[in-house]
């Protein structure tokens, strides 16, 4: 029975002519368009809270991702054109026709499209159009990407042998349970023995030690294709022998034949990856995204020109070209996915912040300068000066001009608006930042992303005095509502209750509280991850790493209880209180007696 299933498996799948450049394009745009339907679909749906309902998390991913693609990919292939057209529709509709309210973290759509490829190569209609030879090109380009190589990064033998003998241990567990199982497979894929984890585990071998040769990878990737092409297929007829179907399997490499003379064009691909992955790192760095989109481009229409009797077997230059072409594509479409990032610093310039005021004029200038070429970042400064007991704000207009940013933060303004409260108005500074001339007003934190951050080390008003300005607490949430991020930098501030609760204050937003000697850092990689990988500031944060950001000193949980900053007073108040009891309970003790 099993048998005669693997046998007609086989049968269906041999001899295809697999698809078209056009189709196959068709279907990786159809990611990029469930990717912004679900996105979209996030940023309006009616659940505040929908962070916590992995659930339903869970459901909205799979009917937005999963499904649609599982569809293009099997009885909608020969509708691809028209179903991402539709998709791109209901998006739209979605986007002008309801009330946003909330944006969520979401998985990377390349995982899912990953995924998706690999779990449906049992389907028959999706084995006819032969996607998932794309699948694995696509693999190795991202391999390399991701790489050391890409990042320039020096690694050991030990390091090498040890991410390449995980890949050989999976090749040869799998080589175990398909034969064991008596999986389908067809031998003219990679050979008898052979498979595509023993592929990317020599592809990675072959392209490190490729890399110590020379470090001029145009030439190197020229080299490798015009060998795999030109001399193995071509030369040496290795084409005839790997299309053959009559050549008998007598040794390791007839029965292997398919893997181990395909290890070129693979390594080629992975050498593409790591020409890419240092393009993308590099302009990242020097925020030149224009550049960046002009060059993915250019190299998608090139790449995709050279596309003629493209075979996945052969690993030709059709084939890798195409891939490559595929690949560039994809990330020209999310680099193309502007959005718009708007940025307001709060920065405490009175007499409590004493000698850092200028530090804190540099951090701001610094973290301005990474973005002043990008012309969807407009950044506005809000200053907070005193005279006595006086507060006063200094109001500038949003801007992308880097000589404007400066002026604003060293002219002295004349006030537009006086605080009576006692202590730091912090309530007051995020009303009006809330409530500022926003250059995009819109609450949808995929395509409008705000950022507000506030610079202090002064103890904010209300909290260990009576509150007599606008409650910083309540602004919090107001800020949660309106998907507007805060992000507070602790400059010397050593009162602990401060510190809990700038953390609890931030992090209630979806931000963070970042001490002064690492804010200048965490906030330029921040930016950077919204910019180039169109996180949302939520998502962004999140990957701070934790050695960066100020140690929680209080239990987050129980603030987060408190409706207003005078019920976290009385809880900080209680804390002191029973620290006292216990200090004194202990002096009492036995134990402590001399």
């Avoid at 991702?65 to 009885?75: A, E, G, H, K, Y």
């Avoid at 691809?80 to 026709?97: A, C, E, K, P």
């Amino acid at each position: 029975m099993m048998d005669d299933y693997r046998q007609r498996k086989e049968r269906f799948v041999s001899n295809l002519n697999g698809t078209t450049l056009f189709e196959t394009g068709s279907v990786m745009i159809t990611i990029c368009s469930t990717y912004f339907l679900c996105q979209t679909l996030k940023s309006f749906i009616s659940w505040p809270n929908i962070e916590k309902l992995s659930w339903m998390n869970y459901v909205i991913e799979n009917v937005t991702l999963v499904i649609p693609m599982i569809c293009v990919c099997t009885f909608l292939s020969s509708f691809s054109t028209w179903f991402h057209v539709i998709l791109w529709l209901i998006s739209i509709l979605i986007y002008f026709l309801t009330k946003p309210t909330s944006s969520v973290s979401l998985v990377s759509s390349t995982s899912y499209s990953r995924n998706i490829s690999w779990s449906n190569t049992d389907c028959n209609m999706y084995m006819y159009t032969c996607r998932m030879d794309l699948g694995v090109g696509l693999f190795a380009i991202s391999h390399g990407m991701v790489s050391s190589e890409a990042r320039n990064k020096q690694i050991n033998v030990k390091e090498l042998f040890l991410e390449n003998i995980i890949l050989f241990i999976l090749g040869f567990i799998r080589l175990i349970v398909v034969k064991y199982f008596s999986y389908v497979e067809h031998v003219s894929e990679y050979g008898i023995h052979w498979n595509f984890f023993l592929t990317l585990c020599f592809m990675k071998l072959i392209g490190h030690c490729l890399l110590k040769i020379t470090k001029n990878l145009i030439s190197l990737i020229v080299v490798v294709m015009i060998f795999h092409e030109f001399i193995l297929l071509k030369y040496f007829h290795v084409d005839n022998y790997l299309m053959s179907s009559n050549n008998v399997r007598k040794n390791f490499i007839d029965a292997n034949r398919e893997g181990i003379f395909s290890l070129g064009g693979y390594v080629c691909l992975y050498l593409i990856g790591v020409f890419i992955g240092r393009i993308i790192i590099h302009d990242e760095s020097k925020q030149k995204f224009k550049q960046m989109g002009l060059q993915l481009f250019l190299g998608m229409v090139f790449l995709c020109v050279i596309n003629w009797n493209s075979s996945r077997k052969l690993c030709n230059l059709s084939y890798v070209s195409s891939t490559a072409g595929l690949a560039l594509q994809q990330l020209l479409l999310y680099n193309s996915m502007a959005s718009n990032v708007m940025i307001v610093f709060c920065v405490d310039n009175t007499t409590s912040m004493a000698l850092n005021v200028i530090k804190s004029r540099e951090m701001v200038i610094d973290i301005c300068k990474q973005v002043e070429k990008n012309n969807n970042i407009y950044i506005k400064i809000i200053k907070l000066e005193s005279m006595r007991t006086r507060w006063f704000r200094v109001h500038c207009e949003f801007t992308n001009s880097m000589s404007e940013i400066v002026e604003q933060l060293l002219k002295c303004n004349n006030p537009d608006y006086i605080y009576p409260s006692k202590g730091i108005p912090v309530g007051d500074l995020l009303h009006d930042a809330l409530n500022v001339d926003w250059p995009f007003n819109d609450d949808n934190q995929i395509i409008n992303k705000k950022l507000v951050v506030l610079v202090t080390d002064g103890v904010p008003n209300g909290l260990f005095t009576p509150l007599d300005s606008i409650d910083p607490w309540v602004m919090s949430h107001k800020f949660h509502k309106k998907n507007i991020v805060l992000a507070v930098v602790g400059v010397g501030n050593d009162n602990f209750k401060c510190d809990a609760f700038y953390h609890a204050l931030a992090k209630n937003t979806g931000g963070l509280y970042i001490p002064f000697v690492n804010a200048e850092h965490v906030l330029q990689g921040v930016i950077g991850k919204v910019i180039v990988r169109k996180d949302t500031f939520n998502e962004a944060f999140r990957l701070v790493p934790s050695e960066y950001i100020e140690i929680e000193l209080y239990d987050y949980e129980a603030i987060i209880q408190c409706g207003n900053i005078n019920q976290i007073k009385e809880l900080f108040l209680e804390a002191i209180t029973r620290a006292d009891y216990d200090i004194i309970k202990m002096i009492n003790d036995d134990k402590f007696r001399f």
